[in-house]
């Protein structure tokens, strides 16, 4: 064997490219097998990101599990100390949770969805351990709800969700909440938090099974709403930097006197925001106690007047540093008289008119 592939910067790259080719996980594992030193290298590649829990437990052997009706993989006998070795040994692999490796793949995985027996198992058998020991990405459905306490990871440092085909607004904010409340004590290194609009988000395996029939299923036009507690859980984490989120109401705004016990937001850069109106997103700025706000997106239901713009600009100057702000992007959706985007538009360029990083980027506000 080459010497230059006991460096591993190199095999990994090898891995990367072979991976992305069109046959790329079929090549890899060919790859894998044709030397021992490039094994391990060519798995942890291929098992890095997952669809779902289901290729894990199909690693154990074939008398272990089954098919459970139609398509559900659940246990057919008690898992020994050799099966949770190899379990064990794969779940350490997996890195992103929730994506596609591939858009060739996409939807594959949805077909095959996890007993909650198998679940139950690993609870009672790893108490207090997640799932997933090295997980950094995880992609979230109310299907997760059950076990979400298992796939919080302290290696996690991103979080997102996906609501597309879920209409239950109880489960929804259950999952938030929940997620929100453990997230602080398990996940130190949270660095993202994103729920996306369903119509703006990353396809999932769910919307990309159901692609054919998009034109069949009804408009889910926002994402679900936080509320006051969740904002200040939010608010809490030490190393957030990159947020996405909806607020329905003023009222589910925290006070000041609410958040007087934490630095909000205090490494927050990234901040996109989706309200019914622009005074929610300035009372939102007004909690911010962050030094290196960098881009800020809000998207308001209703195209909101030129003079609500003045309390808006006065919030975002507060927080924001001409030293390193350099991204402003308004959308509103609402219906106004001709020209009053650019009504908007000259009334932001007058409020922030010291902030020069944001000359070029004042052209681009889109309303």
Known sequence: ???????????????????????????????????????????????????????????????????????????????????????DAYALRIRNLGFEHTRALAGQGMRHPVNFAILEAFRAHHEGSPFLPKLQSLRLTTYHLRFVDLLLAPSLTSVSFDFGLCWNTHEEHELLEAVLIDAGARCPYLQEFLVESSRTSASSAGDAALEPFAHLLPMRQYPPSLQAGDIIRLASIPRLQRACFRVSSIADVPSRSQMQHIVAFHSLSDLELHV???EIATA?????????LEALTVHVDNLPEPLTFSAFCVA????????????????????????????????????????????????????
Not at 8 to 20: G, R
Not at 65 to 79: E, Q
């Open 316 to 367: 975002l100057r507060s927080v924001a540093s001409p030293a390193t702000f350099h991204s402003l992007k308004l959308n509103g959706g609402g219906t106004n008289s001709p020209g009053a985007g650019d009504i908007c538009a000259e009334s932001i360029s007058n409020q922030l008119e010291r902030y020069n990083t944001l000359v070029s980027v004042l052209a681009r506000v889109d309303l």
């Open 1 to 87: 064997m080459h010497h230059c592939l006991n460096i591993e910067e190199i095999v990994e790259a090898i891995c990367e490219q072979v991976f992305l080719l069109q046959d790329g996980p079929a090549s890899l594992l060919a790859f894998g097998l044709a030397c021992y030193a490039l094994l391990e290298p060519a798995l942890d590649r291929l098992w890095r990101t997952q669809t779902n829990l289901s290729p894990l437990v199909r690693v154990l052997p074939a008398d272990s599990w089954t098919y459970f009706g139609k398509n559900i993989v659940t246990l057919t006998r008690p898992l020994v100390r050799e099966d949770w070795k190899r379990l």
């Open 276 to 278: 019914r109106s622009l």
């Open 284 to 292: 939102l700025l007004e909690l911010l106690q962050t030094p290196c």
